[in-house]
């Protein structure tokens, strides 16, 4: 299917660009690694063992596949498209995280590293690699912003439990873009012994598209629950996208079905006049953590601070496959807010007995938005890409409530 | 002949000093590193973001732009620098996004008329050259590529394919003024360099004393220090200047002597 003439799917090119996003720009002490991770990529594609392990370790490991759930009271409360969820919430340690963070470290084995880092946001990352360090028996460093560190206490704990060490990091904004510096720094002054297991699809060549490759079984999942629930491919899939890893994984195996339109949902924060985290509506292309991308940046390029109720959502960028994608107009991109957010995460709750993170709850609420303007025959595949147990104290807070 | 040439052609190793722009008193500072013997000056972008740097540089950044610094106010800062010093060399040295922001040929016409020499952007390496190398050298800027302990000899020509002014051989795997690298490893990188490139070749990174300097200048074209800059004017602020020139002049001293001293 790669070599298919006219397809969407057979980025990126062999210098790491998505059209004129991605990209190699790191200093030049990381270029021969990620050289190295690259070669060490591409055999581990042609090794079979390779294939039969991820999956091995994906079904009885992490729980695949995961279920596409009709959500029927959803479905008849907004009175239009008919609207199935991937439950990636259901994975082991409740999100998606955990399919990049398994292709990960069967490489960092393959390729003879010792120690595993990991930068995180809210935790969820740190939490999904210092499970698979912990079942690889490696030893785990997690770089997570102080800030991040202080409202996250839960999943810092956790990441302990699990053997992690948790660096605060206390320079920049000491949020989610400080610890991917910090994680880099850290990288550079350790490279003969250290993978770094980065959470989404940026960061340069070929970080992106490996994370991708790993997270495309959702999207392959889906195809074919749906082609057996529906006996056809779905009109629409939404998805929410901080840097995209979840929605890249849903969106890439139905690219090239012309059929089925995608909508990736961005973080709008207070709004887009306000405070937000949405790169595509409100930022522009510039370079960043190794790739070239959409960023929230100022007149002189440097990056402003991004916000969303959604610490998974908190980023300045997005990852370059969403950038070539928005340009050439295939994925659809909508901004919804924390407001809207919050109001789906309950509506989601009530109508369906199903939590939501409060990232896939924005992807919610861009299908509460959609659904009811398409008629009952249409069908829409919406990804639960995790669970909001992790979230009840920002969602009580928001609402007011003292736990 | 090139200010670099020029200032590489001395019959010593030269002092390749760096301090951020916008943090302290730059002018009088640029003005203390020249009149304490700096050869050439790198002058720092900040960056929000500044991932290959330690600590030092990292608060360096921000305190410049909690002043508010912008990059038009950096090329002022240079342009006035290169009316003063006619003859001293000038690095502009950071990263992609706001080299790049406005488009490489802005950026290039923009160190052309203020003067600077080159450039060193942290992370374009060669395989991306195309994002900024193509426009500054038809504006006659040269691009100083950096070399690493992870430059194996099979990158090395394409490090060094469009590189200028000379070659920063960065001596430790690691971000700037932590560890030092040993003295045996940066002989035999320079060593290895030589051959390959007629480039000076100044090394960098974790220099911070002058006996350090000293060593490195007996087998180096030239030394570069940075954070040891940076924390005086992290410490005196606005009045830096004395003891940064004073400083500076004991560097240079010993990079100056070095070879003497050697032979």
């Given at each position: 299917m790669t070599d298919r003439p006219n397809s969407l799917r057979t980025g990126p090119d062999d210098r790491g660009h998505f059209g004129a996003f991605g990209g190699r720009y790191v200093a030049e002490t990381l270029m021969p690694l990620i050289l190295d991770l690259e070669r060490h990529y591409r055999a581990a594609?042609?090794?079979?063992?390779?294939?039969?392990?991820?999956?091995?370790?994906?079904?009885?490991?992490?729980?695949?596949?995961?279920?596409?759930?009709?959500?029927?009271?959803?479905?008849?409360?907004?009175?239009?498209?008919?609207?199935?969820?991937?439950?990636?919430?259901?994975?082991?340690?409740?999100?998606?995280?955990?399919?990049?963070?398994?292709?990960?470290?069967?490489?960092?084995?393959?390729?003879?590293?010792?120690?595993?880092?990991?930068?995180?946001?809210?935790?969820?990352?740190?939490?999904?690699?210092?499970?698979?360090?912990a079942l690889f028996g490696l030893p785990c460093t997690i770089f997570m912003g102080a800030v991040d560190v202080a409202r996250q206490q839960p999943n810092v704990f956790r990441m302990k439990l699990l053997g992690a060490e948790v660096v605060a990091v206390e320079s920049g904004a000491k949020t989610l873009k400080d610890a991917m510096n910090e994680a880099l720094r850290h990288w550079v002054a350790n490279v003969h012994d250290t993978f770094y297991i980065i959470g989404t699809v940026a960061g340069p060549h070929p970080y992106p598209e490996l994370v991708r490759d790993f997270q495309s079984v959702i999207g392959n999942e889906a195809r074919a629950q749906i082609l057996e629930a529906e006996g056809r491919l779905p009109d629409m899939l939404i998805a929410p996208v901080g840097g995209g890893s979840n929605a890249i994984g849903l969106f890439h195996p139905f690219l090239d079905d012309a059929g089925v339109e995608i909508v990736g949902v961005e973080a709008a924060g207070e709004g887009l006049d306000k405070k937000h985290a949405a790169s595509l509506a409100g930022g522009r292309p510039g370079i960043l953590h190794g790739n070239k991308t959409y960023?929230?940046?100022?007149?002189?390029?440097?990056?402003?601070?991004?916000?969303?109720?959604?610490?998974?959502?908190?980023?300045?960028?997005?990852?370059?496959?969403?950038?070539?994608?928005?340009?050439?107009?295939?994925?659809?991109?909508?901004?919804?807010?924390?407001?809207?957010?919050?109001?789906?995460?309950?509506?989601?709750?009530?109508?369906?007995?199903?939590?939501?993170?409060?990232?896939?709850?924005?992807?919610?609420?861009?299908?509460?938005?959609i659904a009811p303007t398409l008629g009952k025959d249409k069908l829409m595949i919406v990804n639960c890409s995790g669970r909001g147990d992790k979230d009840i104290f920002t969602v009580a807070d928001a609402l007011g409530v003292e736990l | 002949m090139t200010r670099f040439a020029a200032a590489f052609a001395k019959p010593r190793p030269a002092l390749v000093t760096f301090i951020t722009a916008g943090d302290g008193d730059t002018a009088a500072n640029l003005d203390a590193l020249v009149a304490g013997g700096a050869d050439v000056i790198e002058l720092g972008m900040p960056f929000t973001d500044p991932m290959a740097d330690?600590?030092?540089?990292?608060?360096?950044?921000?305190?410049?732009?909690?002043?508010?610094?912008?990059?038009?106010?950096?090329?002022?800062?240079?342009?006035?620098?290169?009316?003063r010093h006619p003859d001293?060399?000038?690095?502009?040295?950071?990263?992609?996004?706001?080299?790049?922001?406005?488009?490489?040929?802005?950026?290039?016409?923009e160190c052309a008329q203020a003067g600077v020499d080159g450039v060193i952007c942290v992370d374009i390496p060669?395989?991306?050259?195309?994002?900024?190398?193509?426009?500054?050298?038809?504006?006659?800027?040269?691009?100083?590529?950096?070399?690493?302990?992870?430059?194996?000899?099979?990158?090395?020509?394409?490090?060094?394919?469009?590189?200028?002014?000379?070659?920063?051989?960065?001596?430790?795997?690691g971000i700037t003024g932590l560890q030092q690298a040993a003295q045996a490893s940066i002989e035999d990188a320079v060593a290895r360099l030589k051959t390959a490139t007629d480039l000076p070749v100044a090394v960098g990174f974790g220099?911070?004393?002058?006996?350090?300097?000293?060593?490195?200048?007996?087998?180096?074209?030239?030394?570069?220090?940075?954070s040891a800059f940076v924390d005086i004017i992290a410490e005196h602020g606005d009045a830096a200047a004395a003891p940064l020139e004073a400083f500076t002049r004991t560097l240079a001293d010993a990079i100056h002597g070095a070879k003497e001293i050697a032979e």
């Amino acid at each position: 299917m790669t070599d298919r003439p006219n397809s969407l799917r057979t980025g990126p090119d062999d210098r790491g660009h998505f059209g004129a996003f991605g990209g190699r720009y790191v200093a030049e002490t990381l270029m021969p690694l990620i050289l190295d991770l690259e070669r060490h990529y591409r055999a581990a594609q042609q090794d079979a063992a390779f294939k039969a392990e991820f999956e091995r370790l994906l079904e009885h490991y992490v729980g695949r596949p995961s279920p596409l759930w009709f959500a029927e009271r959803l479905t008849a409360n907004l009175g239009g498209a008919k609207i199935y969820l991937k439950r990636e919430d259901l994975n082991h340690t409740g999100a998606h995280k955990i399919n990049n963070c398994i292709g990960q470290i069967l490489l960092a084995k393959r390729m003879g590293k010792t120690r595993i880092i990991a930068e995180t946001g809210a935790g969820q990352h740190g939490v999904a690699t210092a499970t698979v360090a912990a079942l690889f028996g490696l030893p785990c460093t997690i770089f997570m912003g102080a800030v991040d560190v202080a409202r996250q206490q839960p999943n810092v704990f956790r990441m302990k439990l699990l053997g992690a060490e948790v660096v605060a990091v206390e320079s920049g904004a000491k949020t989610l873009k400080d610890a991917m510096n910090e994680a880099l720094r850290h990288w550079v002054a350790n490279v003969h012994d250290t993978f770094y297991i980065i959470g989404t699809v940026a960061g340069p060549h070929p970080y992106p598209e490996l994370v991708r490759d790993f997270q495309s079984v959702i999207g392959n999942e889906a195809r074919a629950q749906i082609l057996e629930a529906e006996g056809r491919l779905p009109d629409m899939l939404i998805a929410p996208v901080g840097g995209g890893s979840n929605a890249i994984g849903l969106f890439h195996p139905f690219l090239d079905d012309a059929g089925v339109e995608i909508v990736g949902v961005e973080a709008a924060g207070e709004g887009l006049d306000k405070k937000h985290a949405a790169s595509l509506a409100g930022g522009r292309p510039g370079i960043l953590h190794g790739n070239k991308t959409y960023l929230l940046q100022d007149e002189d390029g440097q990056i402003t601070e991004a916000h969303s109720i959604s610490a998974g959502l908190d980023y300045p960028g997005i990852g370059p496959e969403h950038a070539w994608l928005h340009d050439i107009g295939r994925v659809r991109y909508e901004p919804v807010t924390d407001a809207e957010a919050l109001a789906s995460f309950q509506k989601l709750t009530k109508l369906e007995g199903i939590i939501p993170a409060l990232e896939s709850a924005h992807a919610i609420a861009a299908a509460e938005r959609i659904a009811p303007t398409l008629g009952k025959d249409k069908l829409m595949i919406v990804n639960c890409s995790g669970r909001g147990d992790k979230d009840i104290f920002t969602v009580a807070d928001a609402l007011g409530v003292e736990l | 002949m090139t200010r670099f040439a020029a200032a590489f052609a001395k019959p010593r190793p030269a002092l390749v000093t760096f301090i951020t722009a916008g943090d302290g008193d730059t002018a009088a500072n640029l003005d203390a590193l020249v009149a304490g013997g700096a050869d050439v000056i790198e002058l720092g972008m900040p960056f929000t973001d500044p991932m290959a740097d330690g600590p030092a540089i990292q608060a360096a950044n921000l305190r410049s732009l909690a002043k508010g610094t912008t990059t038009a106010d950096i090329f002022a800062i240079a342009a006035a620098f290169r009316q003063r010093h006619p003859d001293t060399p000038l690095v502009l040295m950071g990263y992609a996004n706001p080299m790049t922001i406005r488009g490489a040929d802005w950026f290039a016409a923009e160190c052309a008329q203020a003067g600077v020499d080159g450039v060193i952007c942290v992370d374009i390496p060669s395989e991306e050259d195309a994002e900024l190398g193509p426009s500054l050298r038809a504006a006659g800027v040269d691009l100083i590529r950096l070399a690493t302990p992870t430059t194996d000899a099979a990158r090395l020509p394409d490090v060094l394919n469009g590189a200028g002014g000379f070659l920063y051989y960065v001596s430790v795997a690691g971000i700037t003024g932590l560890q030092q690298a040993a003295q045996a490893s940066i002989e035999d990188a320079v060593a290895r360099l030589k051959t390959a490139t007629d480039l000076p070749v100044a090394v960098g990174f974790g220099v911070r004393t002058p006996d350090q300097a000293a060593a490195i200048a007996k087998v180096a074209d030239g030394v570069v220090v940075g954070s040891a800059f940076v924390d005086i004017i992290a410490e005196h602020g606005d009045a830096a200047a004395a003891p940064l020139e004073a400083f500076t002049r004991t560097l240079a001293d010993a990079i100056h002597g070095a070879k003497e001293i050697a032979e």
